[in-house]
Structures are given as C-alpha cells and as structure tokens.
C-alpha cells in the first residue's frame, strides 16, 4: 500500500515537472517566432520603399515622354492650321472677285431681259395686228383655222396609217395563214375523239313498273336510305319503265347508277343491301378511275407521273365540258400539242405534258372553289411538277399572262381540241345570248347600218352606210369590232367580221 501511493506521488511530481518544462519550451518558442515576425515586416518595409521610389521615377519619365510626344503633335498640327488659314484665305480672295464678276453678269442679264420684255411687247403687238388682219381677209378666227389645220393633218395621218395597216396585215396575213393552216390540218387531220353528252342526269331504266314500288320501299325507307348513302336524288316519275338519277357530281351519279343497277339485278332492295352495294360500287368506279388515268398517260406516252396525278387524271373519265368528255379531250389535245410543239421545234415532252395535264383542276372543281386552271395549276405544284408545266396549266385560259412557248401551245392546243367540228354543243340558251352579244357589239360602231351573225356565229356581216364610211374605214371598223369581240366574247374557234360598203344608184325612167 505504502508502496503503490510512493508511485502514484512519483507520477505527479514528474506530470508537474514536465508541464512546467514544456511550458517554459512554448514561451521561448512565442518570443523566437515574435522575433521573426518583427524581422520580416522590416524586411517588407524597405522593399515596399524601394518598390514606391521605382515606380514614381518611372511614372516620372513616362509623364515627361508623354508631354514631349504631345509637344511635337501641337507643333504639327500648328503648322498644318496654318497651311490651311493661307488656303482659307486664298479661296476667299478668289470668292470674292468672282462674286464681283457674277454680279456684273447679272447686271447685264436683268438689262437683257428688260430688252427682251420690251422686243417680245413689240412682237406681240404685231402679232395681234397681222392675225387680225388674216383673220379678216380669211373670215376665219385663230382658233378655228389651227382646228382646221388640226383635222386635216389628223385625217391625212389617218389615212397613210390605214394605208400602212392595210399593207402590213395583208403580208402578215398571207404569210402567217399558210403556216397556220399546214400545222393546224395536221393535228386536226391525224386527231379525232367520239363524243359524249354532258348532263347532271342519268336515265337507269327497269325491267318492270313494279320495280319502282320496290325502289321507293315501305313508307319510302328505301329510296331515302338510298340518297343517304349515295348522295343522289332519284326522280320518279310517269315515264314507263325508267327513273332518274339527279346530282351535279358526275362521280357520284357513276356509283348511284351502278348502285342501283346492282339492287335492280340481285332483287333483294333493303337500306342494308343498299349500302353493301354501294361499297362495291364504289370500289368498282376507283378502279375505273385508276384504269382511266393509265389509260391516258399510256396514251400520251408519259410513264413519269405521280399516281396521284394519274388519279386525278382518271377523275376526268367522269367529267364532260359542253358535252366532250374531258379526259378524251385532254389526251387529244396533248396529242395536238405534240405536232405543234414538233412543228414549231421547241421542247415536245413539255409541251405534251403541260397539256395532258391542263384541265385537271375540272376533277375537283366540285370540291374547290375557284378557276380550274389556278386549283389544276396548284396540284401540280404540290404534286412536285416542273414550274414550267405549273405556269402552263395555270395560264391557259389567260388568269395569268403567258410566259412560255409551251404555255401558249396548250392554250393552242386546247382551243383546237375543243373547236374542232362535232366536239362539243353549246346550250340553247347560251348559244343565243352570244349571237345577241355579237350583233350588239358590232352595232356600237358609228357608221354601221346593219349586222348580222350567220354561220352559227361563225360570222358577222356588217353593212355600213357608204355616204358616212369609205374603203379604209371599213377596214378599220371590222379590225375594231374583231378586237371589241375578242375582249368581250368566250367563243370556240374563230368568228370572221366581213364589213361590207355598197353604194347603190337609181333613177326612174318615166
């Protein structure tokens, strides 16, 4: 016991001894870093003062380098201002003596003027003594010889114009028929397409009268589900053995009328065999709208289109314009496009490709609104044509200005098709309003006594009053009234105006 508390006082008597030891160690290590510490910042502080003089005795020779540039830029520039006083001056100097000059120049011009001001009173005055003195010997006032004199000179240009007029149209006209005429006989010669009968009707007919009863159905379920999946209006009525099929779309009227057909052939007629049947009729019209689109590119010798196209072309299988089938039509007008474009040696691919194309807007223009030839002209366009057959399609009845050879013979061609003999009819109606319109426009003229349209419209004779209207004015009334019905008139083909001047003499033998 007494063993182990003389240990434990060993051990406290070393841990006093030992803190008091390294204390003592700490504190002489705090005053040697102290003396360092004190040494570096001297340290610091001289070289801080060597830095300061450094730097201000190169501020110094900067601000004196500076000063000594700026010195010679001022000397510079001094001289230079000085230079440029003496031009100063010396320009003032010329400014001034020709101020001086142009002062004396005006002088003289101003006393001129007055010389001139009193010469042209002078003038004046016997000016107005010798036109009264003309005007009385030639009884006639200033104004109304220079309209005298106006008149004449008028009527003599007139004249030697028509004379020119005349002589140009007439070599023009010799040489321009004969080459017309050979292109045109060929294309007409090697072309020719039936012809077909434009309506919004079609006549189904039936095996029975009893089958009309069987058409219109219990309380008329059959006919209405009928014009519901069809989109027709079927017309019955007192004639033996047939209805009609009414609708403005010629596609659609196509499926009613096999529709129909179909119901008539198999018997059995009920709103769900109706709509079976219509299915079926409408698979069988896509059909013969892709076969009519083959058809017609086969035909024209193009295998390069879009099958969308070739569709829409095919869509014109069902279409009519006053009464030629449209896809017939456009296949023969590109065929016509052909030898023109040949005749002429110009590009005959493009040519007969803007043709065929040139009235497919007509395929929806029951869905569109607006020109055929601008929606046509836009399908194509979307369709990825070249912009060339774009511009000829769209400017083919003239809605946008001819640009291209090519355009202007799908235009040809297209006239040529449609105006042959026996390719289309014109409504009665029609018909008569232009004949009216073609008599009218002639009769505005001064100097017409007479007209009449003859030939179908063909012609129009134009009696004149020959006391009132000589040789060359008649030439000109019938380029005139041409020109008038041109603007005017939609025609096919051409109306030939024949102005006619007779003067006739009588006397009575008594």
Known sequence: MQMAIGLFLGLLVGAAIGFVIRKALAEREVDSAEARAKTIMATAEREAEASKREALVEAKDEALRLRTEAEADLKVRAGDLDKKEDRFAQREATLDSRAGSLDRKEQAIESKEADLARTREQLDEQGQRVRGELERVAQMTADDARQSLINQVEDGAK???????RDVEAQAREEADKRARKIIAIAMQRVASELTTEATVTTVTLPNEDMKGRIIGREGRNIRAFEAATGTNIVIDDTPEAVVLSCFDPIRREMARLT??????DGRIQPARIEEMHEKSKAEVEREIREGGEWAVLEAGITDMHPELVRVLGRLKFRTSYGQNVLRHVVEASHIAEMLASELGTDVRLAKRSTL???????????????????????????????EICHSIEAHHGEVEQRTIEAVITQTADAISGARPGARRETLETYVK????????AMEFKGVEKVYAMQAGREVRVMVKPENVDDLQAEV?????AK??????????QIRITVIRELR?????K
Do not use: F, N
């Open 477 to 481: 009334i019938a380029r005139d009234i």
């Open 505 to 509: 003499s009588s006397a009575l033998a």
């Open 357 to 387: 194309l040139h009235d497919i807007g007509k395929a929806v223009t029951h869905e569109v609104e607006g020109s055929h030839a601008l929606i046509g002209a836009e399908i194509a366009r979307r369709l990825g044509e070249a912009p």
């Open 484 to 493: 008038k019905v041109e603007e005017e008139l939609q025609y096919p083909g």
């Open 260 to 265: 129909l057909e179909k119901l008539i052939g």
């Open 159 to 165: 004249r030697d114009a028509m004379v020119i007029v």
């Open 434 to 441: 232009r004949l009216e319109r073609l008599e009218a426009i």
